[in-house]
């Protein structure tokens, strides 16, 4: 399956962002799907993933970032509000069938996006 990350943009700290993630299959709907983040530097990082109905953030986006899928329309979104500085980074999305022990890994997930850059100013 290929994906498609869409919708980074740059921002003001506060501001919210709207991140797409569209498949090329309709299989999609049987996939984990998860968004990681990376910023210069620094090591791909969890942000969240809806795996079985069910939503799993890193505690660092937990209450500002929601994640929902469309299964008609092959999506994946990724709703950030009150962003931070701290949020800057290039956005990826995976998708696979990680056990849940490794939801938060990026070894978990077989396919990836080309990534979004969010920049959030203060």
């Known amino acids: 399956v290929q994906l498609q990350a869409s919708g980074g943009g740059l921002v003001q700290a506060g501001d919210s962002l709207r991140l797409s993630c569209a498949a090329s299959?309709?299989?999609?709907?049987?996939?984990?799907v998860a968004w990681f983040r990376q910023a210069p530097g620094k090591e791909r990082e969890f942000v969240g993933t809806?795996?079985?109905?069910?939503?799993y953030f890193d505690d660092s986006v937990k209450g500002r970032f929601t994640i929902s899928r469309d299964n008609a329309k092959n999506t994946v979104d990724l709703q950030m509000n009150s962003l931070e500085p701290e949020d800057t980074a290039v956005y990826y999305c995976?998708?696979?069938?990680?056990?849940?022990?490794?939801?938060?890994?990026?070894?978990?997930?077989?396919?990836w996006g080309q990534g979004t850059q969010v920049t959030v100013s203060s």
């Open positions: 995976g998708a696979g069938w990680p056990i849940l022990s490794t939801i938060r890994r990026p070894s978990g997930y077989r396919y």
């Open positions: 299959e309709g299989t999609f709907s049987s996939y984990t």
């Open positions: 809806i795996r079985m109905g069910r939503t």
